[in-house]
């Protein structure tokens, strides 16, 4: 492994395939040029290595895919920033016109339409870059499925990075389409004492249920005599609206020990919601660990 390729990136991935030379009674054919890997290789490079080592059987099928998929990922990203700079133009200033600081965003459900439009074609267009990236480099198969089957696709592509990266938490943007839109109803019957912030969510399902945790993420003072502090936003929450959009609703419950440890005080419901049995909670404010979601200049006047 070249020393010089340390971007960390590629690290995990190279920490990987070392342990496979080191454990291999052989020398793999891919490894020479893999050695030769660095910061001046180019993205087609990179691949033609990743396919030489997927190619060669040794790593699971799950990872091998990985390996190319987030490679032309990467490479398609880079497409995407010349081709699509027009929408990303369109939706940043759609955001400043709206207020929006660099970092900011709308919570689910509370972007203006035509936000959502872009954003939507934005991703249509990506995809299409991805898929057309990934024939060219002659993975058919792989472009086939995207296409027929993306939640498969990404799927096999989670699977894989486990191998190299171990076992990632749910992230948000792993959430199935009904997830989100059970955050975006939690928003709509949410009013808040400060303005709109985001809301962030945690997840995991276990044979077919799923608890979720839905909260307002914090938010950073900016400016004036509380600069840099940490602050939960204030709302309130209409519960015999939100009641109404489940299926079915078997339980609601108020706890003033809050998640997990004493954090504050949440509402559960237990139920079901677009035919998937969940146990929702709605947290007053966010786990101690996470991140704020935006950032406040109390400094600016208002008009």
């Known amino acids: 492994m070249n020393p010089h390729d340390s971007d960390p990136l590629h690290a995990a991935i190279n920490a990987k395939l070392a342990a496979i030379v080191e454990t291999s009674p052989t020398t793999p054919a891919w490894h020479d040029a893999w050695t030769e890997l660095g910061p001046e290789s180019t993205e087609e490079e990179r691949l033609t290595i990743y396919q030489a080592v997927r190619d060669s059987g040794c790593l699971p099928a799950e990872a091998g895919f990985y390996l190319v998929s987030w490679q032309i990922d990467a490479m398609a990203s880079q497409d995407a920033e010349i081709s699509l700079c027009h929408l990303d133009e369109q939706m940043k200033a759609i955001e400043g016109a709206h207020g929006l600081e660099e970092g900011e965003f709308w919570p689910p459900g509370k972007a203006p339409k035509e936000y959502e439009e872009l954003r939507r074609t934005y991703q249509a267009a990506w995809d299409g870059i ?3 990236k990934l024939d060219e480099f002659g993975e058919h ?6 296409r027929a089957d993306p939640n498969g696709f990404h799927g096999r592509s989670k699977a894989g990075q486990e191998f190299f990266h ?8 792993d959430a199935p389409e009904w997830l989100y ?25 276990e044979e077919g249920a799923w608890e979720i945790v839905i909260y307002p993420k914090s938010v950073e003072l900016v400016g004036g005599a ?12 209409d519960l015999e609206e939100l009641r109404g959009e489940f299926e079915r609703v078997d339980a609601v419950s108020w706890q003033s020990l809050g998640y997990p440890n004493g954090e504050g005080p949440h509402v559960s419901i237990e139920g079901v919601y677009q035919g998937h049995g969940v146990f929702v909670q709605v947290l007053a404010y966010a786990p101690e660990d996470e991140e704020p979601g935006m950032k406040l200049d109390t400094t600016r006047r208002k008009p």
């Open 130 to 132: 991805f898929a057309e």
């Open 141 to 146: 198969d792989m472009a086939r499925q995207f």
């Open 166 to 173: 171990g076992p990632q938490e749910p992230e948000e943007s």
């Open 181 to 205: 839109a059970l955050a975006e109803t939690v928003a709509g019957n949410m009013t808040t004492f400060s303005g709109p912030g985001p809301l962030g969510f945690l997840y995991q399902e």
């Open 226 to 237: 509380d600069d840099g502090d940490i602050v939960a936003p204030g709302f309130s929450l």
